[in-house]
């Protein structure tokens, strides 16, 4: 079966720019997650959606980033402004039923300058 | 809140050298573990996991064996090789919310 894809691979933007990230989960799968993996540290969940709603989002920085999962298949992430602390690779996974593990994609690596 | 502890890395042995990294958690409940594995430039792949206690996971050589009394999940390997040299993260995860809470991750360099 086909991973979870995501793109594009690699960002680099200045401080206060936007940015979107891509994610196309395993057909399916009906939970997807977005975590956040600083350079050095173990990924931090960001947002899980269970379908096209969202389960959890506490945390997700608000005030600055966004994330949807139209129709309950690909999402999209967004950082609107962006900071410098905001480096790191964007992980996206998804899940059949939440149980057993995930698959993660690739990720995004995001450079903020 | 859950949380998971690893050893500190990088962790640097010779080929055929016996691995070991030390995972801990603290949750309530019974959660589920999980090591997952990072290659250079690579995306997490799962390892092996361990649903209940003294379940043992493994996987291309590695085990891990669920120590409720303990609260770990130690991985192992009798004979490393260059192509181990990764990033390993051991995680947990609860039936109540579905999402995996993941360690900080131990460096390992296998060296020729």
């Known amino acids: 079966e086909a991973g979870v894809a995501q793109s594009p691979r690699y960002k680099i933007i200045e401080k206060r720019q936007s940015v979107a990230f891509w994610c196309n989960p395993i057909?399916?799968?009906?939970?997807l997650y977005w975590y956040q993996q600083i350079l050095g540290q173990g990924p931090k969940l960001l947002i899980q959606?269970?379908?096209?709603?969202?389960?959890?989002d506490s945390q997700l920085p608000k005030d600055r980033f966004s994330a949807e999962r139209l129709k309950g298949v690909d999402s999209t992430l967004k950082i609107q402004p962006a900071k410098l602390e905001d480096s790191a690779v964007y992980l996206c996974?998804?899940?059949?039923?939440?149980?057993?593990?995930?698959?993660f994609g690739s990720g995004t690596r995001l450079t903020v300058v | 809140g859950d949380s998971v502890t690893q050893m500190e890395g990088p962790v640097t042995l010779s080929e055929e050298a016996f691995l070991t990294i030390n995972c801990t958690y603290t949750?309530?409940?019974?959660?589920?573990l999980f090591w997952y594995v990072q290659y250079p430039g690579e995306g997490l792949q799962l390892l092996l996991k361990?649903?209940?206690?003294?379940d043992k996971g493994s996987n291309k050589g590695f085990e891990a064996t669920y120590r409720k009394e303990t609260t770990s999940f130690h991985l192992e390997k009798g004979s490393v090789q260059v192509s181990d040299s990764a990033v390993y993260f051991c995680?947990?995860?609860?039936?109540?919310?579905?999402?995996?809470?993941f360690g900080g991750g131990t460096r390992v360099l296998v060296k020729p």
């Open positions: 996974a998804s899940s059949l039923d939440g149980r057993g593990g995930y698959t």
């Open positions: 057909s399916g799968h009906a939970t």
């Open positions: 959606f269970q379908n096209n709603g969202v389960v959890d």
């Open positions: 949750a309530t409940g019974y959660p589920s």
């Open positions: 361990a649903t209940k206690a003294d």
């Open positions: 995680a947990l995860l609860k039936a109540a919310g579905n999402k995996l809470t």
